[in-house]
């Protein structure tokens, strides 16, 4: 519950990328995930893999896939395809066509992005211009969550279910002495979700 496992924590940044290259969030999303390598009481209660299929209201798909095992190939990064080619979009920030020739390549320069954000925001406090990222950050983690509950509960999910969910991993009391909101039990493990049995109230399959 810390993180809202790992899709949530680290890869939002990746579903983030495509969501902007779209100009909005999917809609609807599946996907299939679990515990392969991660079955220790030290593990929590979090997954080691999703795969989550994402679509968008214009009939486009995001594939998303995310995992963390040792020993396994890599890769953090983004790619999109199109009818007239292929973006790269980590690594060498091209686009190709359908023959594999590079028709456009990032040619460097321009600020480093981490500096650039908190220029923006330093120039919207100087000068008092509205600065406000909050809905954009929102569906980002919107994103992130309903594909953790598609993976979680093998289901159909659709970001008005997602959104209407009553799904809470807050804590009730924000504090140090403050309760969790999932707890192990006697034996230190905590509950797992199972696709199939899990529920979030989304109920259509």
């Given at each position: 519950w810390l993180c809202g496992d790992h899709i949530t924590e680290q890869h939002i940044h990746n579903l983030d990328v495509i969501?902007?290259?779209k100009g909005t969030h999917p809609t609807s999303c599946q996907g299939l995930g679990g515990r392969e390598v991660r079955r220790g009481i030290d593990h929590?209660?979090?997954y080691d893999h999703h795969a989550v299929e994402y679509k968008y209201d214009d009939g486009s798909y995001m594939f998303s896939q995310c995992r963390h095992i040792r020993g396994c190939w890599n890769s953090v990064s983004e790619h999109v395809q199109g009818t007239k080619g292929r973006g790269t979009v980590s690594g060498p920030h091209?686009?190709?066509d359908n023959n594999g020739e590079t028709i456009w390549r990032f040619g460097g320069g321009g600020k480093n992005p981490y500096q650039q954000e908190h220029d923006d925001l330093f120039d919207a406090i100087r000068n008092n211009k509205p600065f406000n990222e909050a809905e954009?950050?929102?569906?980002?983690s919107l994103t992130s969550v309903m594909g953790r509950m598609a993976t979680y509960s093998?289901?159909?999910v659709t970001a008005e279910e997602a959104l209407n969910s009553d799904e809470n991993t807050m804590p009730e009391i924000l504090g140090w002495?403050?309760?969790p909101p999932t707890l192990p039990d006697e034996n230190g493990r905590y509950a797992i979700?199972?696709?199939g049995k899990t529920r979030f109230g989304v109920e259509k399959v």
């Open positions: 969501n902007w290259i929590g209660e979090i091209m686009l190709t954009y950050g929102a569906y980002s093998g289901r159909m002495e403050a309760a979700a199972i696709p």
